[in-house]
């Protein structure tokens, strides 16, 4: 497989249930992110992680637990969401390090649908 | 802080230009991207300005001032499949480096 691969696809949990998103990037990046994409607004950057290091982590709400285990590998666990939690949950890589200056961008996956009842 | 403002929406026909705007506010400014997002798809990276002036990639083009805290997308020779959302991102030292995302731009391409 090649690019940013997230799994599952689709997910419908209870505000009291536990799940975790996957992403998975076969790309050799070093840089991982976990960004939100809800109805009419701007995608929301939620962390990143720098050679498996977090460095930013965007007031995200503590319902939300990312994990690096490594630097092709992210998670985002997810426990006692709310409603206004449903949104589409994208993951991106890139090549990482003191970049800025060069040109690229950031290679996301097709994204986890998350729909909070 | 900083902030992006796109229109929401633009619509044209197959074959025209459109020129989608981008102007931004923010300190310690690196970069200027442009992204296509299909519905239901995953966003994916179109370009990047560094530095003032045009660049061209095939039917596309993006175009950035630093002094005026602007930058557009030209697309040319339209076609059905431009139909998607645009997205600029600016990458700058207050985020980190990271890219911080407009609101988009739904681009509707009519025959």
């Known amino acids: 497989e090649t690019g940013v691969t997230q799994t599952p696809r689709h997910l419908v949990m209870g505000m009291t249930n536990k799940k975790s998103l996957k992403c998975e990037q076969h790309?050799?990046?070093?840089?991982m992110y976990w960004y939100k994409q809800s109805a009419k607004k701007p995608l929301e950057l939620m962390f990143v992680?720098?050679?498996?290091?977090?460095?930013e982590n965007n007031s995200v709400p503590s319902r939300f637990s990312p994990e690096c285990p490594n630097s092709s590998h992210l998670f985002l666990h997810l426990h006692t969401l709310q409603p206004e939690d449903s949104a589409l949950y994208l993951c991106?890589?890139?090549?990482?390090?003191?970049?800025?200056?060069?040109?690229?961008?950031?290679?996301f996956g097709s994204g986890t649908r998350l729909t909070v009842v | 802080g900083q902030s992006l403002e796109q229109p929401s929406e633009v619509t044209a026909v197959e074959g025209a230009i459109v020129q989608i705007n981008c102007t931004y506010q923010?300190?310690?400014?690196?970069?200027l991207s442009w992204y296509q997002q299909h519905d239901g798809g995953a966003p994916t990276f179109l370009s990047y300005?560094?530095?003032?002036g045009l660049e061209e990639t095939g039917r596309f083009s993006s175009f950035l001032s630093r002094s005026d805290s602007y930058g557009y997308l030209l697309l040319q020779e339209l076609q059905m499949k431009d139909s998607a959302s645009y997205f600029c991102?600016?990458?700058?030292?207050?985020?980190?480096?990271?890219?911080?995302f407009g609101p988009g731009t739904r681009l509707s391409v009519l025959p």
């Open positions: 991106a890589s890139s090549p990482g390090g003191d970049t800025v200056g060069q040109s690229y961008g950031y290679t």
């Open positions: 790309l050799g990046h070093n840089a």
């Open positions: 992680y720098n050679f498996k290091e977090q460095t």
């Open positions: 923010t300190s310690g400014f690196y970069g």
């Open positions: 300005n560094a530095l003032d």
């Open positions: 991102a600016v990458r700058s030292r207050n985020y980190g480096q990271n890219f911080v």
